[in-house]
């Protein structure tokens, strides 16, 4: 919790993973307050999957710890918080997410970099965001894949063009892990991590509507599209187990 003088949030653990309480409301505040404290801010967008892979992967799991912010996306995780300590999370769809956050960078005239996807994608992606947000300043894009040997060249750009938001898609080598491993090298303000949002905003991806993401059915399209991810029933109920535990054993 903040004191009286910063912008009031809440950060519950959920199986000892760090999520944090943020109403829409206070998204504003709390965007302002990163901004003024000048220094790097990794943002999360924590799935079920992501929590689960908190608990068991070292690296991933100080990631999240060290997070500036955790934001929930997964029905299953604001669910599990009211199950646990009866406290309601505010649930964000993730491209819903970036867009209130470049909206907040825009209204004050600050900047953002991108980072990932192919070429033609963030060609696109670049034009659709300024198009979208003219006041936002776009200073800087690379995409990827990128060979090993560009990495210290890309990082520098980023670097010296300050970003007040990077950027994160995939195409990067580690995917978000790579932001926590080049954290200290990369200067601006806040990093963000979104696996498909440069197809969407590029409109080669649909985000899922409003009504399956409310319902948290939004997974439902992605396992017609690969049936193996059907097999994740096995996990999720693992974690409900684990809320069991945790509720009847675990103070």
């Not at 910063?6 to 000892?16: A, G, I, M, N």
């Not at 669910?79 to 009866?86: K, V, Y």
């Not at 600050?110 to 980072?115: A, E, I, K, Q, V």
């Not at 033609?120 to 995409?143: A, E, M, S, Y």
Request: glycine share 8%.
């Amino acid at each position: 919790m903040g004191d009286q003088n910063q912008p009031s949030r809440e950060r519950v653990s959920l199986l000892k993973v760090p999520v944090d309480i943020v109403t829409p409301d206070q998204l504003g505040p709390l965007v302002q307050e990163f901004l003024a404290l000048g220094k790097e801010q990794n943002i999360v967008l924590l799935s079920l999957w992501d929590l689960l892979r908190a608990r068991r992967n070292g690296e991933y799991r100080n990631y999240v710890m060290k997070a500036a912010l955790v934001i929930p996306i997964s029905k299953s995780i604001v669910s599990g918080i009211r199950f646990l300590s009866g406290k309601k999370a505010a649930r964000y769809m993730p491209f819903d997410f970036v867009v209130q956050l470049l909206t907040i960078l825009e209204n004050r005239e600050f900047s953002t970099y991108l980072l990932g996807g192919k070429k033609r994608i963030l060609i696109r992606t670049d034009k659709n965001i300024r198009q979208t947000f003219p006041r936002l300043r776009v200073v800087g894009r690379f995409p990827c894949p990128f060979k090993r040997q560009e990495e210290g060249a890309i990082i520098e750009a980023i670097r010296k063009a300050s970003p007040a938001l990077l950027l994160v898609g995939k195409g990067v080598r580690g995917e978000e892990q790579w932001i926590a491993r080049n954290s200290a090298r990369l200067g601006g303000v806040m990093r963000l991590w979104c696996s498909d949002l440069f197809d969407v905003f590029a409109e080669r991806k649909k985000h899922p509507s409003r009504a399956s993401f409310d319902h948290g059915l939004e997974g439902i399209g992605f396992c017609l599209r690969n049936p193996f991810r059907f097999l994740r029933i096995f996990p999720y109920m693992y974690y409900k187990l684990l809320l069991l535990i945790y509720k009847l054993f675990v103070k």
